[in-house]
């Protein structure tokens, strides 16, 4: 730990009504004597997956929790914004086509969302699912059929500006809270500070995504080598997941 809690490894970000010196008048009165310690570069990460990844932990409820996932984006990647389209339109909000299909129209689940993250050198991108332990393989298979609709199928582009000014509306509403701001800031400049973007080159990058972008994003990234889930439910064996786990 003492390796990486180091001043050359923090990022202080300040956001609100304050000048520019008294923060780092302050900062130096409750910092100053922090001592730097020996940096060490954080190791990259390894892409070595090759066939699907299952674990099951047993637990007596009542719901069973899921979570599926794959190999994403790094957060520098040029696909990163076609990314967070593609992550909108597939489970974000309720009129994304998860919450639609999984939840009202097939009643797989009590609740359902897509998630991704993007960090220095690899990524995620996945779905949770809070589903009837009884209908979970059937809920397994709904959302890789999502998914492969994905690949095979192009999003209209009524869907794809949907999306997009849902994403955009969200984000610029989160950016009127200072805390928000800070971390958008603070977040890119530790992770990415050679490329610190506004909301408003975002938003740019955003409107550039198109069709083809999200359909070839997705037939990259939702392939069955690189399957990933995770069960939490009254489950005592693996292989009862194993077939309906392939794309």
Same mark, same amino acid.
């Given at each position: ?5 180091? @001043? ?7 956001? *609100? ?8 008048? #302050?900062?130096?009165?409750?910092? *100053? ?8 570069? !954080? ?8 066939? @699907? ?6 637990? $007596?409820? #009542? ?15 040029? $696909? ?11 489970? #974000? ?11 009202? %129209? ?16 690899? *990524? ?8 009837? @332990?009884?209908?979970? +393989? ?23 500006? %949907?999306?997009?000014?849902?994403? %955009?509306?969200?984000?610029?509403? +989160? ?11 603070? +977040?890119?400049?530790?992770?990415? @500070? ?24 997705? +037939?990259?990234?939702?392939? *069955? ?13 693996? $292989? #009862? !997941?194993? $077939?309906?786990?392939?794309?």
């Amino acid at each position: 730990m003492r390796h990486y809690y180091v @001043p050359g490894n923090v990022v202080i970000s300040v956001a *609100g009504h304050v000048e520019h010196q008294a923060v780092v008048d #302050e900062l130096t009165r409750l910092l *100053g004597d922090w001592t730097d310690g020996e940096r060490r570069d !954080f190791l990259p990460a390894e892409d070595n997956q090759t066939s @699907p990844r299952l674990r099951v932990h047993y637990k $007596d409820t #009542e719901q069973a929790q899921l979570c599926l996932s794959v190999p994403g984006l790094h957060r520098l990647h040029p $696909d990163r914004f076609a990314l967070r389209v593609l992550n909108t339109i597939l489970g #974000e909000g309720m009129s994304s086509r998860l919450f639609l299909e999984i939840r009202e %129209k097939r009643g797989l689940a009590y609740s359902v969302s897509s998630y991704i993250s993007t960090l220095e050198d690899v *990524g995620t991108a996945g779905v949770y699912a809070g589903v009837d @332990p009884a209908r979970i +393989q059937e809920a397994i298979r709904a959302i890789l059929a999502e998914w492969d609709r994905l690949r095979q199928e192009p999003v209209s582009e009524e869907e794809l500006d %949907k999306a997009r000014e849902y994403f %955009k509306g969200r984000l610029l509403l +989160q950016m009127e809270d200072t805390f928000s701001v800070a971390a958008w800031f603070g +977040q890119q400049e530790l992770m990415t @500070p050679d490329e610190v973007l506004t909301v408003d080159q975002v938003v740019a990058e955003l409107d550039k995504v198109t069709v083809e972008d999200v359909q070839r994003l997705a +037939q990259r990234l939702f392939v *069955g080598e690189k399957l990933n889930l995770a069960v939490v439910g009254p489950f005592e064996e693996e $292989d #009862e !997941f194993r $077939d309906s786990l392939r794309l």
